[in-house]
């Protein structure tokens, strides 16, 4: 019974250790925490989008330098 009794008691006191956290500041908006993880899934994201510009940007190179050479072969 004493056994019980202080597995009881422990438990109580570790209830008792914890506290409501405090509510932030009515007058300025808590900080955001999820930048980090933001910005390591934005940065691959950017990366293909600038990937898929310089992709474009060759290709429509290629394509003027392709018709520049037909018409000077084709007078």
Do not use: F, H, V, W
């Not at 009881?8 to 405090?22: E, F, H, Q, T, V």
């Not at 994201?45 to 060759?58: N, T, V």
């Amino acid at each position: 019974m004493s056994r019980s009794l202080l597995c009881a008691l422990m438990a109580l006191a570790l209830l008792a250790g914890c506290s409501r956290p405090k509510p932030p500041d009515k007058d300025r908006p808590p900080e955001p925490q999820a930048t980090q993880m933001r910005d390591a899934m934005q940065a691959p994201l950017e990366q293909a989008r600038q990937a898929q510009e310089e992709a474009r940007k060759a290709a429509e190179e290629q394509r003027a330098a392709i018709d520049a050479a037909t018409d000077a072969t084709s007078n």
